[in-house]
């Protein structure tokens, strides 16, 4: 499979696009012969037979929510799919929009989604059989004999250490310089305070070749940082549990590819049409090979930057930013609708950690880790700081706080929006 993939992430993008509708419009069929929740989906994208549904008709096709997953489960679930596909097990997601969600995932949509964890690491030529320290939700720490189950299907590889993202960073840290992996698997929020901790007590791993991160949006210094504080590169995978990654970092630059050979993503302006580079928009997408529980136009709740044609050679999509989850854009009063960037406000004070959380369409609480509460000056300065970065007069309450919790699964953000889906 890899060396298919090794000429199919050479297609023309129109090659790609030919290859996801021939697949597209066999799960479609499937989905509304075996899937009651499909009934009348066809009749909506305004075509007859499966075999008409082009990409423009295919964004007719309705959008299927998260809430819409997690309520109408059964509707859902096909009542028949091919044997060849081994069985149906259950995945939850992490629930870090608030809506845990339960998905059945075939043997055959678990290989898939496995074989993009390999070309991963293949586009980016790792040695496999050095150590790997991986920072995750998990309920079992300790040592592991490979990375994962994936890789070790394929190569003789490993060893692994797996720690608990909910370990204080100094126990973190210290493990890490303990182990000296060559590689560090960690969520971009672990990495940060990691980084920070590493370089205010002038300890830093020698052995590190490259740092991978995962799970949550990359934040803009990010990669900066890595390179400041412990000079080497950041690799960033765009995944969810759903269908598997998404989209994998270009090994030569720092947009990704989206994995086109198992998942179509559409990126969406508010009309429903495509954006185009430049723009930002709702992420949709449609994993093509899992037949127990066809999510067909799954709206996932991020949204994302479309990026122009990759000089690397790959026909693959790109995806030049990935801008975070629904709830994580912000609202004014206006109707304005966007994704907040705090990096020009946080010069104002020496803030450890922080969390904004809008209550309302006029007010926001800005929650603060610091050995110290903020002087008037200080929060003088970061409240108009805000509000000019923001472009409106929010009312801004400041909470100092022992430390920011963490959503479900250990997930953290730094924008929380409390409005709901009004």
Request: glycine share 6%; proline share 6%; hydrophobic share 40%.
């Amino acid at each position: 499979m890899q060396w298919q993939f090794s000429r199919s992430e050479r297609w023309t993008p129109e090659q790609i696009a030919e290859y996801q509708f021939r697949q597209i419009r066999t799960l479609v069929g499937h989905a509304i012969e075996h899937c009651d929740f499909y009934r009348g989906h066809l009749a909506a994208a305004g075509v007859r037979h499966v075999h008409e549904l082009t990409a423009e008709a295919y964004r007719r096709w309705p959008l299927l929510r998260k809430r819409e997953v997690a309520e109408r489960q059964a509707a859902l679930t096909a009542a028949r799919y091919p044997k060849e596909h081994g069985p149906a097990t259950e995945t939850f997601t992490t629930g870090s929009t608030g809506e845990p969600t339960r998905v059945l995932h075939t043997d055959v949509a678990k290989f898939f989604a496995n074989l993009f964890v390999i070309r991963d690491h293949l586009w980016h030529a790792r040695a496999l059989d050095e150590k790997l320290v991986s920072i995750r939700f998990t309920a079992s720490e300790g040592r592991q004999a490979s990375w994962s189950p994936a890789t070790a299907a394929a190569f003789r590889n490993g060893p692994a250490v797996v720690l608990d993202v909910q370990n204080d960073v100094g126990t973190l840290l210290d493990a890490l310089l303990r182990e000296e992996p060559s590689y560090l698997l960690a969520p971009p929020s672990i990495l940060q305070a990691l980084l920070h901790r590493s370089r205010e007590t002038a300890r830093v791993p020698r052995r590190l070749r490259e740092v991978l991160t995962f799970s949550e949006a990359l934040p803009p210094g990010l990669r900066d940082l890595v390179r400041r504080v412990w000079a080497v590169e950041l690799s960033d995978a765009y995944s969810c549990r759903e269908a598997g990654a998404l989209a994998l970092q270009c090994p030569g630059t720092e947009h990704y590819h989206v994995q086109a050979e198992n998942v179509y993503v559409e990126i969406l302006r508010h009309d429903g049409t495509p954006c185009t580079p430049g723009e930002t928009g709702r992420v949709v997408i449609t994993p093509l090979h899992n037949f127990a529980m066809p999510l067909l136009r799954y709206e996932l709740g991020d949204f994302a930057e479309p990026g122009a044609p990759c000089l690397c050679g790959r026909g693959l999509p790109v995806i030049r930013r990935i801008a975070g989850r629904t709830r994580n854009m912000a609202r004014d009063p206006s109707g304005r609708i966007f994704q907040p960037a705090f990096d020009p406000v946080l010069k104002h004070a020496p803030l450890r950690q922080f969390q904004v959380v809008q209550h309302s369409l006029q007010r926001l609480e800005l929650r603060y880790v610091l050995d110290r509460e903020l002087t008037a000056a200080e929060a003088d300065a970061l409240t108009a700081a805000l509000i000019r970065q923001l472009g409106y007069p929010f009312e801004i309450g400041l909470t100092r706080v022992e430390e920011i919790d963490r959503a479900p699964g250990g997930k953290y953000e730094a924008f929380l929006s409390r409005l709901g889906d009004g």
